[in-house]
């Protein structure tokens, strides 16, 4: 399965508790899955302009179980630049975007 998801939080300032409640969800799941190398859950601040961000949360297509849960909507795989890894192995980004150059 390829298939990205995509969970919009909400104003960054607000979307603090959201994140921790996916992540406390994550945890458990990523553990029982052997803390596989591609499931992650990655996090974006989106500003566009406006004064204030809206914060994204992107589960990799390993993450779906999690997002399901929180009823993530399906999406195209994010670009890397600009995301925060929230839950995962550090060493996903090779894995999950080995074309691209994290910066």
């Given at each position: 399965m390829l298939t990205w998801f995509?969970?919009?939080?909400?104003?960054g300032m607000m979307a603090y508790e959201s994140i921790q409640q996916i992540e406390?969800?994550?945890k458990p799941l990523y553990e029982a899955a052997g803390e596989p190398v591609d499931m992650a859950l990655?996090?974006?601040?989106?500003?566009?302009g406006r004064?204030?961000?809206e914060v994204t949360?992107?589960?990799?297509?390993?993450?779906?179980?999690?997002?399901?849960i929180f009823d993530a909507e399906p999406c195209e795989r994010p670009l890397p630049r600009g995301l925060d890894l929230i839950a995962g192995d550090p060493h996903c980004w090779?894995?999950?975007?080995?074309?691209?150059k994290v910066l």
């Open positions: 995509s969970k919009t939080l909400g104003d406390e969800v994550f990655f996090t974006r601040h989106d500003s566009e004064l204030h961000c949360a992107y589960f990799s297509p390993a993450a779906a179980k999690v997002a399901r090779s894995v999950i975007f080995p074309e691209d």
